[in-house]
């Protein structure tokens, strides 16, 4: 059979060459994402200041318990934004553990440096050098609280020798320093420059007082591992900390490089999802219409010869063949396209430089098989269709058009559709989290009764829009209308694909315009200050103060950039919050606050947003539990709740709340807001150059630098919508491309009968017309409600914004298909003489 | 199987056909036929009159409504999609007017692919035979395309009569060929049933070719209107012109 079907492959190109592109087409995609998350799961980061250490105990996530779900309780593990951090008492607990040489507590302090103010700083407790091992190239160890000791490459950028002094800002701290010597790490190749403080001082500057960041756990000779592993592990148990062993080090050492990995196996994992699914759908269409495109073959095999069962075969065998074909060509450019994106993530800073993408040994089969995994089941439907071939259509002219399709197609359609309206109710009643989540189930459940309806919708659309096709094209348009109404099944596919392409599409691709957007407009209408204050390792509680001292500024107010931990639908999620010095902060930003007072923040409070309200159930008045970016607990009563959530931070807290459960523990801007007419410029910027990197800025040119995970998704999501509606767009062209090579005999019957090249054209033209005007304005209407719906939900503006150029995409996108796909196939099919085109076999 | 084999291809015992839907059409009423083994039947008619319908249902391509169908000793009538195809495969061999051949196989293939659907492997001394009978052997390894339409019909003779099957049903096999390359083709099947001893059933509405054949049966509104042994062609063709029963003589007419 496979023989056979290998020929029939070989003999009718036409009829595979679309099928064949769809599975190329989706072997690549799944290959970018294999690849993708193969890496992803191989990822490690690489242990640099933690290479010497047998073991490292950290606490970089945290588990939330849920709610009791018959009888088992649910939990999900959030990684804690901020890293979690240990009690100083574990690291005594960790050394007195039978075959662990010495415990290493390591602090982490973010750091500044003035000699070198461009170069990323990590400042460390003088012991922790132990873990790498940092070994001094010249001068000597800290000593005294003013001496540092530097890495070499810190030491070149910023030409630092033993006995140079300088100036470095260190958790929140200005201060002069010496530097005591300069020490090295055998390959150290990462980003971060280490820095070392004495431990004494370390402990000082560390946001956290009395607690660690990390422990490294350096062994005996000849201890037992795993007994001392076991022995660790039951320890950090209790802290609710892991402890990482192995290649696993690099990912304590770097909790970005454990998000990056999480981010690139769930992007990785959801796009290949979506891609699964639209190969199945182009697949089944593809294969549908080569099979009806061959009927008459297919019944000339039943009658002489071939059982169902044996036709059936034939088809799978196609496809199978056409998978390994495509494995061939798509590949190759899935792994060139795994490249650009790795290339293009690591440069947004979604993922660290070296992550770097293994072979694919597992991707690259797993793609193929994935592909032919969703295409044969897909087939084996199509090529069910083929039992209901009799064997005596091979006998007479007479191809019978099938019927629309069966009750349980048109009742499950129709349930769908129900559903998709009720799901508009929803999100209208709702807001916030579940009025987003409602909106795109709305947007899948209106897709999905789309497809299931399709033929019912393109019979309707061509009987009522018949008298207009006559009126506009005549009677080509005629001839248009009573095609439509015979081809109603025939197109299910295109409709289909062009209502996904629109309506998921739309929605996405235009609900980050309208994010960023509303980000910008609320952080700009809502900055009162006119100047802001930066610093390359965030600025100090003090330069607040300093600011508010110099004459002519009414109110400064440090910002701290922060995410917290939120309960949702029972189960814990990440939200964007700021820290801010309530002192104040109603004259530097205006978060537009619907209840309550902003003035009224302080320990113990909190303002959040509407949606965020909305979402956690949380009143005015009321308490808010959530969790800081460390993981701890807080239990405060809200005082505030405002609209400028996206601008702004769904969450805002007292700074004095956040103290010690940041990992930097600094100001990330100070707000400053002057008088009318005073001109505080110069001072601020002599304040400014009194911390490192710092500098002052008009905050017209300051959006409020939008959280990265808005930017990450936005690039993805962007990216996703763009291979999506690709992908659909392609098998669109393929459907049409594919009918309209089919109609040679027809065309050349109908200008065999008089019709001239200019009617049969303007008939196709009439075709276009209304298939694409119908599926353009399903798709639209379907965008237009899912967007509003989460637009009004997220921003609380019921009219999206929809820019011109998108109206403009969409529309010449529609009529850039329509042209390619069957204008210049009719086109060509037009040249043959039509005595020669009613010779041609169907 | 130590029964002899019964005289009889084909039989046909009360078989009606009708044709649902809306307004039911009754194609077939109580047709009673039986086809010997070692002779050649044109079976003739007027378009409606239900000589395809006969054919369909008597090769086990269709499903008669009540009646039973008999093809040797096997009963149709009972018999799964499955079972259908593989007796149509073993024991039936098809000639229809046109679209006759799988338009991506060579010559060779198309002959052969009912055996390799069966997953034998056919005599090849037979094989030769048939092929050199059909005069084919110079064009084994071209595909339909590039064949004339008697080439074509010769390729669809080739394949039926490689299984040496118990009956060959033809549906009108010369209707698209002029009437030099019709006589090749006819004197083709005629020689099928002399030489080997081959059953052949053709549907035909073309006096010349009925007069091939050993017997005319003559269907008019799904009965048989007559039956009699091959009268000759001028015969044939005013039993033709004539409504049913009827005994209005026409003008001579051939062609």
């Known amino acids: 059979m ?50 010497a250490a047998f073991a490292v105990v950290a606490r970089h996530d945290i588990t939330v318990q849920g709610p009791e779900v018959f009888g088992e309780r649910e939990t999900t593990t959030v990684p804690l934004p901020e890293r979690g951090s240990l009690p100083e008492a574990l690291v005594r607990d960790v050394a007195a553990v039978p075959g662990v040489a010495t415990a290493v507590a390591d602090r982490t302090i973010s750091t500044a440096v003035a000699a070198a103010p461009g170069e990323p700083v990590s400042g460390h407790g003088w012991a922790s050098a132990a873990l790498a091992p940092y070994t001094v190239v010249s001068g000597a160890p800290p000593r005294g609280d003013d001496e540092v000791a530097v890495d070499e490459r810190l030491a070149v950028a910023g030409r630092l020798r033993p006995g140079a002094a300088t100036t470095v800002i260190a958790g929140g701290a200005v201060q002069r320093v010496r530097v005591s010597g300069v020490v ?21 500057l560390s946001p956290r007082p009395g607690r660690v960041d990390a422990i490294g756990v350096i062994l005996d000779k000849g201890a037992d591992r795993a007994a001392v592993t076991a022995a660790v592990e039951r320890l950090a148990k209790r802290a609710g900390a892991t402890v990482y062993t192995g290649d696993d080090r690099g990912l304590a050492e770097r909790p970005e490089a454990a998000a990056a ?93 070296d992550f770097a993408l293994t072979g694919g040994f597992l991707a690259v089969p797993a793609a193929v098989a994935g592909v032919a995994a969703v295409a044969l089941p897909s087939a084996w439907i199509a090529a069910r269709r ?67 309806l399709a033929p019912w919708i393109n019979r309707a659309a061509a009987v009522a829009l018949a008298p207009a096709l006559r009126t506009v094209f005549g009677d080509s348009g005629h001839l248009a209308a009573a095609n439509l109404r015979a081809n109603a099944r025939g197109m299910v596919a295109v409709l289909t694909a062009l209502v996904l392409s629109v309506g998921f599409g739309g929605t996405v691709w235009f609900l980050q315009d309208n994010l960023e957007r509303q980000t910008v407009i609320q952080s700009r209408e809502g900055t009162l200050a006119q100047h802001a204050l930066v610093g390359a390792a965030g600025l100090p509680a003090a330069a607040a103060e300093q600011a508010r001292r110099i004459p002519g500024v009414l109110a400064a107010t440090g910002v701290r950039r922060t995410t917290v931990i939120v309960p949702f639908l029972g189960e814990a ?132 630098a939008p959280a990265t995970d808005l930017a990450v998704g936005s690039w993805l999501n962007r990216l996703l919508v763009a291979v999506l509606v690709g992908y659909a767009a392609l098998a669109a062209a393929n459907t049409l491309i594919m009918a309209a090579l089919a109609r040679a005999r027809e065309l050349s019957l109908l200008r065999l009968l008089g019709m001239t090249r200019r009617q049969v ?23 237009a409600v899912a967007l509003s719906a989460v637009v009004d939900a997220v921003v609380g503006q019921p009219v999206p914004h929809v820019p011109a150029q998108g109206w403009a995409a969409v529309i010449g996108g529609a009529v850039a298909l329509a042209l390619v796909s069957t204008a ?9 003489p039509p005595v020669e085109g009613m010779g041609i076999r169907e | ?119 034998r492997r056919p005599d090849p001394a037979w094989l030769a035979e048939v092929i050199d009978r059909v005069g084919l052997g110079h064009r084994l390894g071209h595909r339909p395309a590039q064949l004339s339409g008697g080439q074509q019909q010769r390729v669809a003779i080739a394949r039926a009569l490689v299984a040496r099957p118990e009956v060959i049903f033809c549906d009108e096999p010369t209707g698209a060929l002029d009437s030099r390359t019709a006589a090749e083709v006819l004197a083709l099947l005629r020689s099928a049933v002399d030489a080997t001893g081959q059953t052949v059933i053709m549907v035909t509405h073309d006096p010349v070719a009925a007069s091939y054949a050993d017997r005319v049966i003559r269907l008019a509104d799904g009965r048989i209107a007559s039956d009699m042994p091959q009268p000759g062609v001028r015969v044939i063709a005013e039993q033709l012109a004539t409504p049913a029963g009827g005994r209005r003589p026409v003008a001579d007419r051939e062609g």
């Not at chain 1, 769809?22 to 690489?46: F, H, I, K, N, Q």
């Not at chain 1, 090295?184 to 000082?204: I, S, V, Y």
């Not at chain 2, 799964?80 to 024991?91: F, G, P």
Request: net charge positive; hydrophobic share 50%.
């Open chain 1, 2 to 51: 496979l023989g056979l079907a290998a020929r029939m492959i070989r003999h009718r190109k036409g009829d595979f060459v679309a099928t064949f592109i769809a599975l190329a087409a989706g072997v690549m995609v799944l290959t970018v994402c294999g690849m993708l998350a193969e890496s992803a799961l191989w990822y490690r980061g690489e242990p640099e200041r933690y290479s």
């Open chain 1, 184 to 204: 090295k790490a055998p390959g150290a190749r990462g980003q971060e420059r280490a820095l070392f403080f004495t431990d004494a001082q370390a402990a000082r």
């Open chain 1, 261 to 353: 990995k999480r981010l690139v196996l769930e992007a990785g994992g959801a796009f290949g999802g979506y891609a699964a699914l639209i190969i199945g759908f182009a697949v089944a269409a593809t294969v549908g219409l080569s099979v009806r495109h061959r009927r008459r073959d297919f019944a000339l095999l039943r009658a002489i010869a071939a059982t169902p069962g044996q036709v059936r075969a034939l088809v799978l065998g196609e496809v199978g063949l056409l998978v390994l074909l495509a494995g061939a060509a798509g590949v190759p450019s899935g792994v060139l396209a795994a490249f650009w994106i790795r290339d293009q993530s690591a440069t947004r800073g979604f993922v660290p430089e």
């Open chain 1, 386 to 452: 083929t039992t209901r071939i009799r064997p005596t259509e091979a006998l007479g002219e007479a191809a019978v058009e099938p019927a629309l399709g069966g009750r349980v197609r048109l009742v499950s359609g129709l349930a769908l559709l129900g559903c998709a309206v009720a799901l508009i109710g929803l999100t209208g009643v709702t807001g916030g989290q579940t009025a987003l989540g409602a909106a795109v189930a709305m947007l899948y459940t209106f897709v999905l009764a789309v497809a299931l």
């Open chain 1, 573 to 704: 999620t990440t939200a964007v919050a700021q820290g801010v010095d309530p002192q104040g902060a109603s004259r530097t930003m205006d978060l537009k606050v619907k209840a309550g007072r902003l003035d009224d923040l302080g320990p113990g409070t909190v303002a959040v947003s509407s949606a965020q309200a909305d979402s956690a159930g949380w009143k005015i008045g009321g308490r808010a539990r959530l969790r800081l970016g460390d993981g701890t607990p807080v239990d405060l009563k809200v005082v505030a709740v405002y609209e400028r959530g996206l601008g702004f931070g769904d969450v805002t807290l007292d700074n004095r709340t956040l103290a010690g459960h940041t990992a930097a523990g600094v100001d990330d801007h100070v707000l400053v807001r002057s008088a009318p007419g005073a001109d505080v410029r110069p001072a601020l910027e002599r304040l400014a150059a009194a911390y490192p990197g710092g500098a002052v800025t008009g905050t017209d040119r300051f959006t409020g």
């Open chain 1, 761 to 783: 054209r303007r008939m196709a033209n009439a075709e276009q017309t209304a298939l694409l005007g119908v599926a353009l304005a399903i798709g639209v209407a379907i965008a």
């Open chain 1, 824 to 832: 210049v196939p009719i086109r060509l099919l037009l040249r043959t």
């Open chain 2, 1 to 119: 199987m130590s029964v002899p084999p019964p005289a009889d291809a084909v039989r046909l015992e009360r078989v009606s056909k009708t044709y649902g839907g809306d307004h039911p059409v009754t194609a077939l009423v109580d047709v009673d036929v039986r086809f010997r083994r070692g002779t050649m039947t044109a079976v003739m008619g007027a378009s409606g009159s239900g000589k395809s319908t006969l054919l369909n249902c008597a090769a086990g391509l269709d499903r008669p409504t009540s009646g039973r169908v008999m093809i040797g000793a096997a009963d149709l009538s009972t018999m799964s999609e499955k079972r259908l195809t593989e007796l149509r495969r073993d024991r039936i061999g098809f000639v229809f007017q046109a679209f006759n051949l799988v338009g991506a196989l060579t010559v060779e293939q198309n002959i052969l692919l009912p055996s390799r659907l069966a997953g």
